[in-house]
């Protein structure tokens, strides 16, 4: 069963970074799509960013081109976002997100099985 957990969320002050973490377990994820997404109170959960395990190509929202990066580390079986430069409008909580890769780019809640718990990133004004 695939397992996925994330951490590193806090609070930042905008203008500011914070990198989030999602340790993946359960199988080999060579064939795999990881995923961000995120979801700010009262509004719905939004793709932010994935990445082809093996391939490492990478798809980001608009609104985060630049300021976001999506990595993994193969070997730790862990899926990285850096943030930089966070805008209030980023406060939200952040969930890792995992499936076989069906598509490409894959930025639909609907396409990915398996989710972390989230962890929250509040940056204040």
């Known amino acids: 069963q695939v397992q996925l957990v994330e951490s590193g969320g806090g609070l930042v002050q905008a203008g500011g970074s914070l990198r989030v973490s999602c340790a993946a377990s359960?199988?080999?994820?060579?064939?795999?799509?990881m995923g961000w997404f995120r979801q700010a109170p009262g509004k719905g959960r939004e793709f932010v960013a994935s990445i082809h395990w093996t391939a490492g190509d990478t798809y980001y929202l608009d609104s985060v081109k630049g300021r976001f990066t999506i990595s993994r580390d193969r070997f730790k079986n862990t899926v990285f976002l850096q943030m930089n430069d966070l805008k209030p409008e980023d406060t939200a909580i952040y969930y890792c997100?995992?499936?076989?890769?069906?598509?490409?780019?894959?930025?639909?809640?609907?396409?990915?099985?398996?989710w972390g718990q989230g962890t929250q990133v509040t940056v204040s004004s």
């Open positions: 359960g199988r080999t994820f060579s064939s795999y799509i």
């Open positions: 997100a995992a499936n076989i890769m069906t598509a490409w780019p894959m930025t639909s809640r609907s396409q990915y099985t398996y």
